[in-house]
């Protein structure tokens, strides 16, 4: 079990690397933490998933861990790999808390057949596949990911102990996530980190708070909220990234889990418009 929540999580890490990698048009990503360097296999990992998602078109390359950055060690430097003293640059980003529902296609006037096409249609089945469709008939599939629904189901049993899916929603809506994800709040405090537009409300780690204490003090309600969580955030980033790329304004959602769970629509719908 440790082995596979090593290797997803992993591969979570490098798509999204890859997508942001390929809207930015580069061809050099850099990785860096405790928790990549020093250790071979990991890096042989990022090196090879890397190297296949791209076609040979990307490279991965490892600096050396210089300080704790935390949860936010995603954040990337960009400079030459040969200079020891990388500084991180300021950014800006635009943070939207907004609430947003799920939109329901079938009642939207500007969802007619004279102008939907193009569009991503992420189907979210056992795993995720991500199609462009052009038009009636032509569709090419983009991308997928491995962490689907199924993903979910698993993680949620070996959670929570739960049987369903739909025992699953139910303990997540009773779930405060805030009890197991760290937030940028809780690494610097209530003005979490302005010099990067990162408010003290962003999740900064999903599950972050389960590194210390004891695992029985935490409520199988509350690790189901962050799952859920976590799970809607990274499909409806990665439905992003990947829409951009293609240039497509619309993205429409399917499969087992997601219609007809109110709750699940609501996340994906969240994740996206923060993003």
Known sequence: IEIWVHITLL????QIS???ASLLGLRRVFFGGSYIRGHKSTMDNISYALNFWSESQMQASFLQHEGYLGALGALMSYGDPRDENLNLEESQEEN????????DVTSADEHNDSNIFPYLLVNIGSGVSMIEVIGKGKFERIIGSHLGGGTILGLARL???CSSYEEFLDLSRRGDNLAVDLTVGDIY???GYPKIGLPASTTAASFGKVNSGKLSEYKAEDLAAALLNSFTYNIGQIAYFVANLS??????????????HEKTMDKISRSLKYW
């Not at 591969?11 to 490098?14: R, T």
């Open 159 to 161: 959670l929570t102990g």
């Open 18 to 20: 890859f997508l942001v």
């Open 189 to 191: 405090g209530e003005r």
């Open 11 to 14: 591969v979570c890490v490098l």
């Open 96 to 103: 939207s808390h907004e609430a947003a529902g799920p939109t």
């Open 247 to 260: 240039g497509l304004k619309r993205i429409f959602f399917r499969g087992a889990y997601v219609c007809g």
